[in-house]
């Protein structure tokens, strides 16, 4: 098995970035989980080596670009959680997916109170609790994307 998949990473950061720039309808939309930052806390957790906080910071960065945010903002708040979920990456990935969906939740939480800090700083704050929904949805879906990523890397 190759322990750093930095093809299927790059692959993968691809198609999530994809899946969280798709034009959905509003109450799709809402509800749709951060698919880039998922696969880098996955990539973070399993390969944190190949992934780790450059591929966060990147991550963060192509978020920028494409949803017209404050440049640099979702690439601090990327970086800052993949920090954190390398540094503890083997503590994380000890636990069964139910107790590590608990982690990316509080991981998901953090990286979205920092862009939230970073939005009220820089004069633009988006007070509507909806903006959180899409945290709970990600910590729901954890399971499926470990499932689905490490499909994609498994020695066959």
Known sequence: MNREPRGWMIFSALV???LSVLP??????????A???LAVLYFSITAPR?????LGFFAGLAI?????????????????VTYIVVREHQIIRSKPA???S?????????????SFAIDGWTGHPITNPLRWVHTLTGALIWPL??????????PR
């Open 16 to 18: 999530a970035l994809f």
């Open 24 to 33: 959905l309808p509003h109450w799709l939309e809402v509800v749709r989980p």
């Open 35 to 37: 698919f880039l930052v």
């Open 50 to 54: 190949a992934g780790g906080i450059g």
């Open 64 to 80: 920028d670009i494409f949803q017209g945010s404050v440049l640099g903002q979702h690439a601090l708040a990327l970086a800052l």
């Open 98 to 100: 139910l107790q590590q």
């Open 102 to 114: 608990l982690i990316v939740f509080f991981a998901l939480l953090a990286y979205e109170f920092v």
């Open 145 to 154: 994307v470990i499932a689905l990523l490490e499909r994609g890397h498994s």
